[in-house]
């Protein structure tokens, strides 16, 4: 900003991605809605302040109001009843987008719910920043928050993220990586490879890419320190048993034909179609049952 005046902004609620680290991350149309808003809110006053000195955008007589975890329910009224009466009201996470992880849904749905537009300034997030430098598959991701910290609803909310087809995207504290990575190499397979992306776009950014096995022992002893994003490759395919296969088949069988319950079960076990015949098969001679009409499978 150079200090001219700012262009007004039309009334609404603007949530603004601010930097995970180098300031000047930030995006030139969210310097320009941090100098014309009329009302500012931010999880951190301190740190939305500091970035507006950096890039010189005076505050004024404008208030910078501190709306976060603790202070939601009494904070969100006094914004409302500013989108109330027309003005524009801009909030800012501490770092990143806001919504993700971030006390913002609440102010987002409350504004929807009261008629009042919602703008995005997109960013900064560290969810994409690290899924462009971990090296897994993109296609498909799946955002899982924080982990719990009590034990029991841990172990639940990982056996559920085990079998996802999707990389999975967890933010940790630095007190449990540690932690963290035992669990999931066990809960999800010490094969698995994944990556430990730490402070990103920071000066001491550092990514640590293996299996979960590999990554436990290289932070089992570490004493950890910065923001952590961690990523998870997708379960790889799932190999049916011999038993699991036979009581597959035999359920399939006691409401298709058999060529119908082949189809069927080879396609949810991922296994060839010819695979799944033979056990058919051998399966209808152990059971004393005759072939199917002289039915074959060649493909």
């Keep these: 900003m150079n200090g001219a005046a700012a262009r007004p902004l039309a009334p609404g609620l603007y949530f603004l991605a601010t930097p995970i680290g180098a300031a000047r991350d930030i995006t030139l149309r969210a310097l320009d809605i941090l100098g014309s808003a009329e009302v500012l809110a931010a999880e951190d006053t301190r740190t939305l302040r500091h970035l507006m000195e950096i890039h010189g955008i005076p505050l004024g007589d404008r208030p910078l109001i501190a709306y976060h975890?603790?202070?939601?329910?009494?904070?969100?009224?006094?914004?409302?009843?500013?989108?109330?009466?027309?003005?524009?009201?801009a909030y800012a996470s501490e770092a990143g987008t806001p919504l993700v992880a971030d006390p913002g849904y609440q102010l987002s749905r409350a504004a929807i719910a009261a008629g009042h537009p919602v703008i995005a300034a997109p960013g900064p997030s560290a969810v994409l920043a690290a899924l462009t430098v971990a090296g897994l598959p993109s296609d498909r991701f799946l955002f899982a928050g924080f982990p719990p910290a009590a034990a029991g609803a841990r172990r639940r909310f990982l056996a559920e993220l085990a079998e996802v087809q999707a990389t999975l995207v967890l933010y940790e504290s630095p007190k449990r990586i540690s932690r963290l990575l035992g669990e999931l190499s066990e809960a999800l397979g010490a094969e698995r490879q994944a990556a430990v992306c730490r402070e990103l776009t920071k000066r001491f950014e550092e990514v640590s890419r293996g299996t979960l096995g590999d990554l436990a022992t290289a932070f089992a002893a570490r004493d950890v320190k910065g923001e952590i994003v961690v990523l998870i490759d997708r379960a790889g395919p799932v190999r049916a048993t011999e038993a699991g296969l036979e009581a597959a088949l035999r359920q399939a069988l006691a409401t298709q034909s058999r060529?119908?319950?082949v189809a069927a079960v080879s396609a949810a076990l991922g296994l060839p179609r010819r695979d799944v015949y033979q056990a058919a098969l051998a399966l209808g001679a152990a059971d004393g049952m005759e072939a199917d009409d002289g039915e074959t499978e060649t493909n």
């Design 69 to 89: 975890d603790h202070n939601g329910e009494a904070v969100r009224p006094r914004l409302l009843r500013a989108l109330a009466e027309g003005k524009s009201v």
């Design 259 to 261: 060529k119908d319950a």
